[in-house]
Nanobody
Framework: QLQLVESGGGLVQSGGSLRLSCAAS???????????IGWFRQAPGKEREGVSC????????NSPDSVKGRFTISRDNAKNTVYLQMNSLKPEDTGVYYC????????????????WGQGTQVTVSS
């Protein structure tokens, strides 16, 4: 089955940038190019929320107003990787960021995402 691995998290000051990567494990033998990939985040004590999604053909899903204009999702199927570029980071962006795969189209419903990575921690200091 598809196995996803996130990387790129870390500690950054408010206003800084990070680029997260979501790669398909070579051991899984699957390609992220066949799936819509979503990025989600979960802050302590809060529910997991979607922040961005890209379909298998490169179309964009819905994003919350809190990240619009600051977060950009992209994919490089040749590298079997999806990226989340996060700029102008704020302390409220702190949380564990996950990528997940669903069918070919993005979904607004977390329950539709079948394959999940283990997450990467993003901490934004004020």
């Amino acid at each position: 089955q598809l196995q996803l691995v996130e990387s790129g998290g870390g500690l950054v000051q408010s206003g800084g940038s990070l680029r997260l990567s979501c790669a398909a494990s070579a051991a899984s033998g699957f390609s992220v190019g066949h799936y819509a990939i979503g990025w989600f985040r979960q802050a302590p004590g809060k529910e997991r929320e979607g922040v961005s999604c890209i379909s298998s053909s490169g179309g964009l899903g819905n994003s919350p107003d809190s990240v619009k204009g600051r977060f950009t999702i992209s994919r490089d199927n040749a590298k079997n990787t999806v990226y989340l570029q996060m700029n102008s980071l704020k302390p409220e962006d702190t949380g564990v960021y996950y990528c997940a795969a669903t069918g070919v189209y993005c979904s607004d419903y977390i329950i539709n995402y079948e394959y999940w990575g283990q997450g990467t921690q993003v901490t934004v200091s004020s």
